[in-house]
């Protein structure tokens, strides 16, 4: 663990220079951090407040650690791109979904650039050590120094006061001590004096009563927490520097390399592919067509798919981590035995990417049969992923050179940045719509839940010869330009807002009270 004492830091390096006047500037640089992010974001919708509030805290961290870090084309370097486009989603799209999961991708995204630039990371970037690193980044660099910036003033007031020979600030306190209990006085004997100064004076009250305290204090005390957490997370990467070299693992470390068994893998993988290689032949029967069987006359295609589908990726994920512990794990004993392993791990890699696109088939079918949503188009995207990962993990059986975890850090961070910009509201819509064509079945509730970039593709709904469907849709529509057309501030400014007023304001719409939108009733799973 990076040494963090801010005793040490205080009790024998306080009197140093450099000390104060980074910690000053830091402290300032912060504060205004803290009030911009107040400005930004408290009681405000998220728009391009988001990415101007990036730009400003790289610009402080930039700033204030301008001597030890460098934009280095590195992935260090690499990690300001993805952070660049999530924090824009925030401006281009209206996504709740991924407004929620860009709040956590980002900051971790900032942590792990940061780290790597000031070069306080333990462990390399493409080692899972590095997941310490992010903790550590999360859950104790911005708790480290919150104190610091108070025993700081506190020391440099003590030490002006002691000096004898005060300081700017001590004097002009001093003055304003001094000067209290004279402007009583003063202020007392002229109220007494003239009426109309009496009269002002006592309208002060009530220009106190006009600030909202009830919001202020919340203010006050969100800006406090943005300003002192960032001061304590960047200044704990410019203090104290300590090379990767210095790592040492602890005494009690396990290493779990060539922990199991050469002859016990080989026995799990036997077993398990001669289940796996029964349950491919049953895919290809029934759902890639292979043979001629048919399915059982209980079952729909529809039901089938539902009824396997969260099984077969759970058997993925467990297939997943079965051929992490053995590629890294197992004991390495000959050439043969090795090669019977490889050959196992290869036979399970294989049948778990036909498992994966029988999910995939499953989830088709069922998304034929009752519709697109969130969570069936992004489960799509994560079989995708998982097809990737196992063919880099293919890869890496044969070729131990390979750096897995390097490989699936970069495609988990690619592949998120391009599902963010992938505008699956207006695909859920559009593929809706299309079904709606072929079945005459369409949830214009859910569809109503969706962002409002799905807005242009749902004007498409008002021309339906369905009156029901037309009628509802027309109400949602009309409710949402009223909503679109209500002032916002500038804070919560965003283009795909922006873009789907400009299309209603074509648009001559009324509220049918017979035909209000109702809740979106289709399945969620």
Same mark, same amino acid.
């Given at each position: 663990?990076d040494?963090?004492s801010?005793t040490?830091?205080?009790?024998e390096?306080?009197?140093?220079p450099?000390l ?5 500037r ?9 009030v ?21 805290f790289?610009?402080v ?29 925030y401006?281009?799209f209206?996504?709740m979904?991924f ?19 000031a *070069? ?12 310490g690193?992010v903790f ?8 480290a120094?919150?104190f610091?910036p ?13 000096m *004898?020979?005060?300081s700017?600030?001590t004097r ?7 000067a ?7 202020v ?5 004096a003239d009426?109309?100064?009496s ?7 009530e220009?106190?009563e006009?600030?909202?305290f ?10 406090t ?10 200044w704990?990467l ?6 990767l070299t ?23 993988l ?11 032949l049953?895919?290809?029967s029934? #759902? ?11 079952f ?7 009824? *396997?589908?969260?099984e077969l990726?759970?058997v993925?994920l467990?297939?997943?981590?079965? #051929? ?9 004993? *000959?050439?043969?035995m ?16 036909i498992m994966l ?6 989830m088709?079918?069922?998304e ?13 995207a994560f079989m995708?992923? #998982? ?5 880099f993990?293919?890869?890496?059986i ?7 975890f ?8 690619t ?6 910009y992938f505008?699956?509201?207006?695909l ?5 719509m299309?079904?709606y064509?072929?079945t005459?079945k369409?949830?214009?509730?859910? #569809? ?7 807005i242009?593709?749902?004007t498409g709904l ?6 029901a ?11 949402r ?8 501030s ?7 807002r ?9 648009f001559?719409?009324?509220h ?14």
């Amino acid at each position: 663990m990076d040494d963090f004492s801010t005793t040490k830091t205080l009790g024998e390096q306080s009197d140093h220079p450099i000390l104060h006047n980074r910690s000053s500037r830091l402290l300032l640089c912060t504060v205004l951090l803290g009030v911009l992010a107040n400005w930004f974001f408290f009681d405000q919708l998220p728009g391009i407040s988001i990415p101007l509030f990036v730009f400003a805290f790289y610009s402080v961290f930039l700033w204030n650690t301008r001597s030890i870090v460098t934009v280095r084309r590195d992935f260090s370097g690499f990690l300001l791109i993805p952070i660049s486009l999530l924090s824009l989603t925030y401006l281009i799209f209206s996504n709740m979904v991924f407004y929620a999961l860009n709040l956590m991708a980002i900051p971790i995204l900032i942590v792990m650039q940061t780290t790597l630039a000031a *070069g306080r990371s333990k462990s390399a970037w493409h080692s899972v050590k590095f997941i310490g690193d992010v903790f550590l980044g999360f859950f104790y660099r911005p708790f480290a120094f919150l104190f610091l910036p108070f025993r700081l003033i506190a020391k440099r007031l003590s030490k002006g006061l002691s000096m *004898g020979k005060s300081s700017t600030l001590t004097r002009v306190l001093l003055g304003v001590l001094i000067a209290i209990p004279l402007v009583v006085i003063v202020v007392t004997l002229l109220a007494s004096a003239d009426e109309v100064f009496s009269y002002f004076l006592g309208a002060i009250p009530e220009l106190l009563e006009a600030i909202n305290f009830d919001e202020f204090v919340p203010r006050f005390i969100f800006a406090t927490v943005i300003a002192l957490c960032s001061f304590s997370y960047i200044w704990s990467l410019i203090t104290k520097r300590r090379p990767l070299t210095t790592f040492r693992e602890p005494e009690d470390y396990v290493n779990l390399a060539n922990s199991i068994d050469h002859v016990v893998a080989a026995t799990i993988l036997s077993i398990i592919n001669a289940i796996y290689v029964f349950f491919t032949l049953i895919q290809f029967s029934y #759902l890639f067509g292979g043979f001629s069987l048919d399915l059982p006359q209980q079952f729909t295609y529809a039901e089938y798919a539902r009824r *396997g589908f969260f099984e077969l990726i759970l058997v993925t994920l467990i297939n997943f981590s079965i #051929l992490l512990a053995l590629i890294y794990w197992t004991k390495k004993v *000959g050439k043969v035995m090795d090669r019977t392993i490889q050959v196992l791990e290869s036979l399970l890699v294989g049948c778990t990417l036909i498992m994966l696109g029988s999910a995939f088939i499953r989830m088709y079918l069922y998304e034929q049969m009752y519709g697109f949503t969130y969570l069936r188009v992004l489960t799509h995207a994560f079989m995708i992923l #998982l097809f990737v990962l196992f063919i880099f993990t293919l890869c890496r059986i044969w070729n131990v050179r390979i750096e897995l975890f390097k490989y699936y850090l970069l495609t988990a961070i690619t592949a998120f940045v391009l599902v963010n910009y992938f505008n699956s509201d207006v695909l859920i819509t559009k593929w809706n719509m299309a079904r709606y064509e072929q079945t005459g079945k369409i949830d214009v509730g859910y #569809l109503s839940s969706l962002s409002d970039g799905a807005i242009p593709q749902l004007t498409g709904l008002l021309q339906a010869e369905d009156e029901a469907v037309r009628a509802k849709t027309e109400n949602y529509l009309f409710e949402r330009k009223k909503e679109l057309n209500d002032e916002r501030s500038w804070q919560s400014f965003n283009l795909s807002r922006l873009h789907a007023k400009k299309v209603l304001a074509n648009f001559e719409l009324r509220h049918n009270k017979a035909y209000d939108y109702h809740t979106p009733d289709l399945p969620n799973d």
